[in-house]
């Protein structure tokens, strides 16, 4: 496989999906390898700016991981088989625990700019599905269980970690809209009724592809806005990249206290 002709064959034992505003974790690995995507057979390319387009392999916290420096979208132009496609990697790669994250625009009227919310399930109204076609039966089951989606035992260390550092976690559900155009105020009324604490375009996926794989996982979103309707201010990308830049600090001490002791 090319990736392990550049990173070798010592075991990985986690996999990392960095969202908008959130990949410069990844400069923190020591011992680390940087593979671009470009360079990488079959994989997609990121064009999202502030996504840096790159699989670094390294060092964190004692643990060996495997991090996506920006990922992949839908709304990109990509079929949900292609968006999914790096977690069916890491699975080949070996890896069995997975932590995704990604910049969100609160709903729950409660959160604020700059939260952190673990993700306790989500919600995906899209009709497309990126387990839809031919199944191959090496990788899962046909018809498999989302009830665990996001491990409830990840989920306590999670929060056991932000304790211990002081740190307020928010807890919601994400729902996942196809994009790229923002939610609209009525689509994020809705959203609220249906139960939903945060709105995004992506995750989703491939939190679907790693239960297929029976992944153990853990979502993180930063709240980078309020969604539409909820505040009276036009909704940009670069207000998703300025509130990472802001959250970056605690971003990344929650996620290698995690990591720290993330059970392997």
């Known amino acids: 496989m090319f990736i ?9 034992e986690i996999g990392m999906v960095l969202g908008s505003g959130l990949g410069d974790l990844a400069e923190e690995l020591s011992d680390s390898v940087a593979i671009s995507y470009k360079d990488i057979p ?28 920006g990922r992949f979208h839908y709304y990109e132009g990509y079929g949900m ?9 890491m699975h080949a790669l070996g890896i069995t625990q997975l932590l995704v994250t990604n910049a969100a625009g609160g709903v729950n009227t409660t959160f ?11 919600i995906r109204l899209i009709a497309d599905n990126p387990m839809r076609g031919p199944n191959y039966e090496s990788l899962g ?3 498999f269980d989302m009830s665990n989606a996001y491990d409830e035992e990840l989920s306590d260390l999670a929060r056991r970690e932000a304790s211990e550092l002081g740190m307020e976690l928010q807890e919601g559900i994400y ?15 809705a959203a609220r009724i249906l139960g939903a604490d945060a709105v995004g375009m992506s995750t989703v996926p491939e939190a679907i592809a790693a239960s297929h794989l029976q992944m ?26 300025e509130t990472g830049e802001r959250v970056k600090e605690r971003f990344t001490a929650l996620v290698r206290a995690i990591t720290r002791n993330w059970p392997v």
């Open 4 to 12: 392990t002709s550049r990173i070798g064959s010592e075991p990985i």
């Open 42 to 69: 079959h994989f997609p390319v990121s064009t999202v700016f502030g996504h840096k387009g790159r699989l670094v392999v390294g060092t964190l916290e004692g643990k060996r991981v495997l991090c996506m420096q």
């Open 81 to 89: 088989d292609q968006v999914v496609f790096p977690i069916q990697v």
């Open 112 to 122: 604020r700019s700059g939260d952190l919310m673990l993700i306790t399930d989500h």
């Open 141 to 143: 089951e046909r018809f």
């Open 175 to 189: 729902m996942f809209f196809a994009g790229p155009s923002f939610e609209t105020p009525a689509e994020v009324r």
């Open 216 to 241: 153990k996982t853990l979502g993180i979103s930063c709240i980078t806005n309020m969604a539409a309707g909820i505040l009276a201010q036009k909704l940009t990308h670069s207000e998703v990249m």
